[in-house]
C-alpha cells in the first residue's frame, strides 16, 4: 500500500472524506454496493436480492449516486447502477480486512 504523506490534508479535502465515509456509514447502503459488486443491476433486482423495498434502494441510490459510489446507464425504460469506480470495492474491501484482522 502506498505511504500517505504525514501532513493533515486541508479542512475542505477532509470535510468532503468524512461525507464520503457517512455514506459508508449506513449497512443498507453497503448491502447495496455489495451487491452491485457483482456488475450492474436494476432497481427491482437489487430489491429482489436484498429483499428491501424498491423506494428505499432508489433513495439509498440516489444517495450513493451523489456520493459519486455509484453511476447509471438507461437501456429504454430500465436503469441500470453499478459501482462508479474500482476503487469502491477496495474501499470495502479493505475495512473487511481490517474488520477480520
Given at each position: 500500500?502506498?505511504?500517505?504523506?504525514?501532513?493533515?490534508?486541508?479542512?475542505?479535502?477532509?470535510?468532503?472524506?468524512?461525507?464520503?465515509?457517512?455514506?459508508?456509514?449506513?449497512?443498507?447502503r453497503l448491502k447495496?454496493?455489495?451487491?452491485?459488486?457483482?456488475?450492474?443491476?436494476?432497481v427491482q433486482d437489487?430489491s429482489q436480492s436484498?429483499?428491501?423495498?424498491?423506494?428505499?434502494?432508489?433513495?439509498?441510490?440516489?444517495?450513493?449516486?451523489?456520493?459519486?459510489?455509484?453511476?447509471?446507464?438507461?437501456?429504454?425504460?430500465?436503469?441500470?447502477?453499478?459501482?462508479?469506480?474500482?476503487?469502491?470495492?477496495?474501499?470495502?474491501?479493505?475495512?473487511?480486512?481490517?474488520?477480520?484482522?
Amino acid at each position: 500500500m502506498e505511504n500517505i504523506s504525514c501532513i493533515v490534508p486541508d479542512d475542505i479535502l477532509l470535510s468532503d472524506l468524512a461525507d464520503v465515509f457517512k455514506v459508508f456509514g449506513d449497512s443498507g447502503r453497503l448491502k447495496i454496493l455489495c451487491s452491485l459488486m457483482g456488475g450492474e443491476l436494476c432497481v427491482q433486482d437489487i430489491s429482489q436480492s436484498l429483499n428491501m423495498s424498491q423506494s428505499s434502494i432508489s433513495h439509498q441510490l440516489r444517495i450513493l449516486k451523489d456520493a459519486k459510489l455509484v453511476k447509471f446507464r438507461r437501456d429504454g425504460k430500465n436503469t441500470y447502477y453499478s459501482l462508479d469506480d474500482e476503487h469502491i470495492e477496495r474501499i470495502i474491501g479493505i475495512g473487511i480486512e481490517h474488520i477480520k484482522e
